[in-house]
């Protein structure tokens, strides 16, 4: 039977609307991504932790001279430089273009990160739409990450693990649509240029970033496997990923220091431990067997790896270090528990091959984890583990939606019980961002080293020609705050801090008018040879150098002028004492406490305001 031309126009504009509806949605959706993570980013986090700055410092030092900061590595070298931070080899490259040519600031800094970040939602959208084939899951679980705690606050900073993650579903998902599309070539060529992204942008995903590319390549060839050409594409992608990893292999394991952190390479550090418990043991001839180095570092790899699927980590509490966590909010939202047991059951109905591959991924993501002996961090290493049970929540969610549809109890009933879920849900969303805006920035102020962005705030308002002081615990930490909070790396000063830097941490930095150190001696050297230098003294160092306290106490004595000092927002500690200052006026306060959001952006502060809101005298 002939079917008339116009059935044809009609499905043909039914499509033009679908996909102008998807590629609406996607734009909203970025832009509401986008929005939520930029605004206030001055404020809150703080400050900016000392990864992040090695990662924004080298990317403006690659835009000044095509190397970091200390002139020994270049970005075309694909080589991990070596800062005090272990940082990957893309890193510098990747953000450089955000930092060029435009002045050093929080804002400038982490710009790129949510330009790129901001995209998480639509990535794993569309990935969860090329799984599926059904765009309203694909929605559903866009919407979820552009709301969800993880993506939210990791979006906010400029930690690689999150864009690494998302450059390796961008490759899985192109791998996915190679084997359903006619022209399998250029998703295979991106696919492999995107691994290539995510492998050298972040250490820890380089342990599950071959085995999860291989394992959706093998997943996808044996849904495929009637067809002789899939055998092709198969062998031309892994050969692509081995090539992209083949400088790693060269090099080995001695190029990269992240390696010995390892568990299977220092089995050494459980000796000690093994022969406690064998000592606590009555003697069996399965002691040996039982009680050994690998038994028990097969033990700590459990335990690393299932605590990355603990509830308190996911739902309650999150990670310990305060860069990491809130401390009172966990990575997902208590509502997501139940809608992740529903889509878990309705895959392993419905969908049960999705489940298996989702499962695998699942399995390979704690790893990283699991293997390192260093401080854990779950958020990072595991950071798969999020985005793989969003995709569970919006499959059970969208189920549940599809149920409520169908359902025939009354029409009033179903809208009241939508009504009452979204108002449960958009309370869950509610207390987190309370918690993050108005507490996290106060309690946890330190956890990005607030105190360092007082002290630059303070000494943006001292002139070039006065003599700073400044005794510190880690004088290579401050010193590259100078450089970013005070925008000092710039083409003028670029040769000069790279040969400040060319040896790498040291005890003693002499930088411009500045004099940043941890040698008792050299403090009191510089002291008496500039009776009159602005003496900015870290809280922990001052009771550690004897000759600096006499001669500072004398001073006070001799003007009657006490010194002033920089307080903790959140604990009302000091976080350093500040001597002969010529600033500020005697502050009133003796403690400091921000009322909003817009006493965190420092650098925008007039000196009275800063004085004022900031400073403090002793009690």
Known sequence: MK????????????????????????IVLYLFS??????NIESVPPGITHDELDLILTAKMVTLRGTDLSGKWSPLSLKPPQTETQMSELDGLVHAPFVWKRPLSLYTGKIGMIVLLAAFPVVLGCFVYILFQNMWIGGTVGILTAMNPWAFQFSRTTFEAPLATLFLVCSMGMIITMYTSK???YPAIISILFFFLSFYMYHGIKLIAFPMAL???FWMFFQHRDNKKRIKQTVFVVCGLLLVMLPVIIRGRSAYHRTSELIPFQLERHAKEVIIQRTRSLFSPLTNTLLNKYTFALREITDKYLFAFSPGLLFLSGETRGA?????????????????????????????????????????????????????????????VVPLLLIFTGFGMYEFFVWMKKSKTFIVARILFLVFLLFIYSAHVGTYLYTYFLRYPVYNS???????????????????????LVYHKEPYGFL??????????????????????????????????????SSCENAAQYLQTNPNAIVLIQETMAKSCEPITVILQKDELDTKIQHKQIMDP???????????????????????RPTALKQFVLEKMSKEQFCSEWMARPL
């Open 3 to 26: 079917l008339p031309l116009h059935f044809f126009q009609k499905r043909e504009k039914r499509t033009q609307y679908k996909h102008g509806f998807i590629i609406l949605f996607i």
């Open 34 to 39: 986008f929005a939520v993570r930029v605004w």
């Open 570 to 592: 959140g604990y009302a500690g000091v976080h350093f004492y500040i001597y002969h200052d010529r600033i500020c006026q005697t502050p009133t306060l003796t403690y400091t």
């Open 446 to 468: 330190e956890g990005f080293f607030f105190s360092e962005r007082l002290a630059n705030g303070y000494l943006q308002f001292t002139e070039p020609s006065d003599q700073i």
């Open 480 to 517: 590259r705050s100078i450089l970013f909070y005070q925008n000092m790396l710039k083409n003028e000063t670029a040769d000069e801090v790279r040969s400040l830097l060319s040896n790498g941490v040291a005890g003693t930095y002499q930088f411009r008018n500045y004099l940043i150190t």
């Open 183 to 185: 022209k399998w070539m």
């Open 215 to 217: 394992f959706t390549l």
């Open 324 to 384: 990491y966590s809130l401390w009172y909010h966990g990575l997902m939202y208590v509502i997501d528990i139940p809608f992740i047991v529903l889509g878990f059951i309705l895959l392993s109905k419905r969908k049960p091959k999705i489940l298996v591959y989702l499962l695998g991924l699942l399995f390979l993501a704690p790893i990283p984890s699991a293997l390192s002996t260093g401080e854990s961090s779950y958020v990072f290493r595991s950071s798969f």
